[in-house]
């Protein structure tokens, strides 16, 4: 079987004059009574024509609207297994709308390539003069202290798309940050290397101080109530999967994490989408013992008020108030399926490096995936997160979109 799949995941076009073909026609449905917009819709490799799945070399797959306005997508592959599995995009919705997407076959030279939407960058070099992108890197022990001391642009990888950004520690400390931006293009190429990016600019700023905390869903270890950090010091893997249109995610593997002893091994996927104030985390564990639990954390160090939110299946655990380091309004949540729920602490003490968290514990098994998403609100980016009741909103209406997702027919 031959297949399409965008060139490194980067393509986005929009063609005109083409029309639509009545045999390739999808009906998609917003079944919740509320306006969506920016609404990711998966449409599995089942709905498809075999004509549609078996694209020659020459040819490219398009879909396009009622109204023949092309649409950027992404073909995704969720196994693994280098074929692709659902093709994803975004598109507004009227409450209770029902849409038809048009899909169909046209030469691949008709196909301009712009922009992506989401980005994964993560620059090393000797110096800030000399960074380059890489997509594959791997360390050993703590690399603020090795010999040939590299520099890491951001501190290790950043992710974002047009609403928010975030980066990880690529140390032992292994915190996950938060960059707020007010603009809706792709800046973290150009941070982290002239400028202090603590400081707002016009694209906007790193928004959050982690300290030992787990800042913004980084994730741990819980043994008998105690938490240990994943530090990676034994090896630790970092890979590109994809970057386009629509979505951006990047793999970490830590090898041999030791804790009391016992070698653990950990793997933590993280994606971003078009258009959404989250991430979302895949993380599976394997060589825990029954009592080790994954847990992910939200930071605790300014004044904030913590909430709880149930929604259908659904659980959020989450934050507001003048938290961020701008002195403005930050809201923070974590959001995940009710039976991977256990329970939620916070800790104010130092433990095994990490203090001042809010933190959920998941119900965990060993090679079982453990998917969650970590959201972020600041009042720079919308003044519907100025107030808890704005965020409280985002929280519920982004509950609703997870467990409704987009009927396909």
């Known amino acids: 079987m031959k297949l399409y799949i965008l060139i490194s995941l980067t393509t986005l076009f929009t063609i005109s004059g083409c029309s639509p073909s009545s045999k390739n026609v999808i009906t998609i449905e917003n079944t919740l009574n509320i306006e969506r917009i920016d609404e990711l819709v998966r449409i599995p490799i089942a709905k498809f024509d ?3 799945i078996d694209i020659k070399d020459e040819s490219i797959l398009a879909i396009y609207n009622q109204n023949k306005e092309f649409i950027p997508f992404q073909l995704e592959d969720i196994d693994n297994d280098k074929k692709w599995d659902q093709l994803i995009f975004v598109t507004d919705f009227k409450p209770k709308e029902i849409k038809k997407i048009y899909f169909d076959v046209i030469e691949r030279e008709k196909t301009p390539i ?17 960074v380059t992108e890489v997509e594959n890197y791997k360390r050993n022990g703590d690399p603020r202290n090795a010999a040939d001391k590299k520099f890491f642009q951001m501190e290790g990888p950043a992710w974002e798309n047009d609403k928010v950004g975030f980066r990880m520690y690529f140390d032992p400390r292994n915190g996950i940050d ?7 293009d792709l800046v973290l190429s150009q941070v982290g290397i002239n400028g202090d990016y603590h400081t707002k600019e016009t694209w906007g700023m790193d928004i959050l101080k982690v300290g030992n905390s787990l800042g913004a869903g980084s994730i741990a270890i819980q043994l008998n109530d105690s938490l240990y950090r994943i530090t990676g010091k034994n090896g630790t893997r970092y890979k590109v999967i994809e970057e386009g249109p629509i979505k951006a995610s990047f793999e970490m593997n830590y090898i041999n994490d030791t804790i009391h002893g016992i070698p653990i091994q950990v793997h933590h996927k993280i994606s971003i989408y ?12 394997s060589g825990i013992t029954q009592e080790m639990k994954l847990v992910a954390g939200i930071v605790n160090l300014k004044p904030n008020q913590l909430y709880i939110k149930e929604r259908n299946s659904l659980f959020s655990l989450y934050s507001h108030g003048k938290q961020s380091e701008n002195g403005d309004h930050l809201g923070m949540a974590l959001l995940l399926n009710k039976d991977l729920y256990h329970t939620h602490k916070t800790i104010t003490k130092k433990e095994n490096g990490i203090t001042n968290t809010h933190y959920v514990v998941f119900n965990t098994e060993n090679n079982t995936t453990i998917p969650f998403y970590f959201l972020s609100g600041w009042e720079a980016s919308s003044q519907k997160f100025a107030k808890p009741e704005g965020f409280t909103q985002k929280i519920a209406e982004t509950l609703d979109q997870l467990s409704h997702p987009i009927i396909i027919k």
Do not use: M
Request: no cysteine; proline share 3%; aromatic share 12%.
């Open 50 to 52: 075999t004509h549609i």
């Open 274 to 285: 078009k258009g959404q104030w989250y991430y979302k985390s895949e993380v599976s564990l």
């Open 114 to 130: 712009v922009s992506k939407a989401t980005d994964i960058h993560f620059g090393v070099g000797s110096n800030p003069r000399d």
């Open 178 to 184: 938060i960059f707020g931006k007010t603009t809706e």
